[in-house]
Each structure stands twice: as C-alpha cells, then as structure tokens.
C-alpha cells in the first residue's frame, strides 16, 4: 500500500501562485509514476499533470501548461504541484494520485485539498 498526502491549498487572487504538495509514504518503491488531478462538484475528476518516478518525464492538461509545473523529490518521496498566473476556472479539489505500472489507472489517491482562485 502506498499512501498520499496532499497539502498546500488555499485562497489565492488570480494571477496569483500555490505549490501543491504530496508526500508518499508506505510501499513508494511500487511507484511508476504520480499525477495531480483536480474535480469541481457535480463534474467528473480531471487531469491535470503526471510525472515518472523514475527519470522524471512529465505531461499536462493543455489547460495548465505553461503555467502548472510537476515535479518530484525522490529523497523526501514527495511530488509538487507549482501553479502560477492562477485563474478562477482553476478552483477545484486537488488530488494526488499514484499508479503502479504503465498505464491510464491509478492506484492510490490522497485525500484532497481545495485550490479556490477568486476574480
């Protein structure tokens, strides 16, 4: 079992900036890659962002590129969210997640942490 810990939401103006965090603790080793991804009420869960484990490869939505950045601390287990030039439309729970092989499923999912933009 590996389990996620999401911290670092907030009320920010937009235009504004958050870093997301995810610390990953338990069987890590068992991890391929870890992703962000985020869902407003009533809508289904979005991607937003993934990165490998292992060499560090990463993708996005093309919502949030250029301005979302993933990355990863394989000595402290932890996966960051950097959001820059927030918008409003990127208010949301915030979820982190881990897959344990190639693949579009995920493992494993943190608790959540909200992300509100206000205009």
């Known amino acids: 079992q590996v389990q996620l810990v999401e911290s670092g939401g907030g009320l920010v103006q937009a235009g504004g900036s958050l870093r997301l965090s995810c610390a990953a603790s338990g069987r890590t080793f068992s991890v391929y890659r870890m992703a962000w991804f985020r869902q407003i009420p009533g809508k289904e869960r979005d991607f937003v962002a993934a990165?490998?484990?292992?060499?560090?490869?990463?993708n996005y939505a093309d919502s949030v590129k250029g301005r979302f950045t993933i990355s990863r601390d394989n000595a402290k287990n932890t996966v960051y969210l950097q959001m820059n030039s927030l918008k409003p439309e990127d208010t949301a729970v915030y979820y982190c997640?881990?897959?344990?092989?190639?693949?579009?499923?995920?493992?494993?999912w943190g608790q959540g942490t909200q992300v509100t933009v206000s205009s």
């Open positions: 990165i490998r484990w292992s060499g560090g490869s990463t």
């Open positions: 997640a881990a897959a344990k092989r190639i693949g579009v499923s995920y493992d494993y």
